[in-house]
């Protein structure tokens, strides 16, 4: 066994992350015919794969939540009266995202939360309006998720996205909320992703 196999492993191993570590293996061995050479390179793989932590099978996961909060009326609180606040999110790991609105449900009129492309107003006029669903100033992607509710999970491309927390033009006094994006992606913890 030579070491230019060895380093060969290594660098597409670290090039390509533990999520393509079969394709690693399988190109090493599609490219070579020799029966003999290529059984004892597969043991080698095998070998390697283990301490190096190449494991195909990492679980689906929940990799991180991104925490967004208003205390005490503070300046991230929505205003009352239809009123809106927002965050930007810069999603930069994970394949699939959700919404967890922590918040619980109560008496007053609830908020709901967004999660859309960059945009300076989410939407116009009365909301929700008094017929149909209400058309938004920009693309959404998640949402409505009110207090208490957890969206479904949702694959998007990594990028910024902006979270809106939209109140109902019934409510008379500002909100507080506690909201959650979820990053879900192959959590394969502690080891190179590539």
Do not use: K
């Amino acid at each position: 066994m030579d070491d230019s196999f060895q380093n060969e492993f290594s660098q597409l191993f670290h090039r390509a992350g533990p999520v393509s570590c079969f394709r690693v293996v399988a190109s090493i061995l599609v490219h070579d015919r020799n029966a003999n050479r290529a059984t004892a390179r597969l043991a080698l793989v095998v070998v390697l794969s283990t301490i190096a932590g190449c494991d195909p099978t990492c679980p689906f996961g929940i990799l991180r939540r991104m925490e967004f909060v208003s205390v005490n009326l503070g300046p991230r609180s929505v205003p009352c009266c239809g009123g809106s606040a927002y965050w930007d999110a810069a999603l930069t790991s994970g394949t699939e995202f959700d919404i967890a609105f922590s918040t619980a449900a109560g008496p007053q009129p609830p908020l709901h939360a967004w999660l859309t492309t960059d945009c300076s107003r989410l939407f116009e006029g009365e909301y929700p309006p008094p017929a149909g669903p209400p058309p938004a100033r920009c693309t959404t992607f998640i949402g409505p998720v009110a207090p208490g509710q957890v969206s479904a999970r949702r694959p998007l491309p990594q990028g910024s996205y902006r979270l809106w927390i939209q109140a109902y033009t019934s409510s008379a006094t500002p909100l507080d909320y506690h909201i959650d994006i979820g990053v879900w992606g192959e959590a394969c913890q502690g080891r190179p992703t590539g």
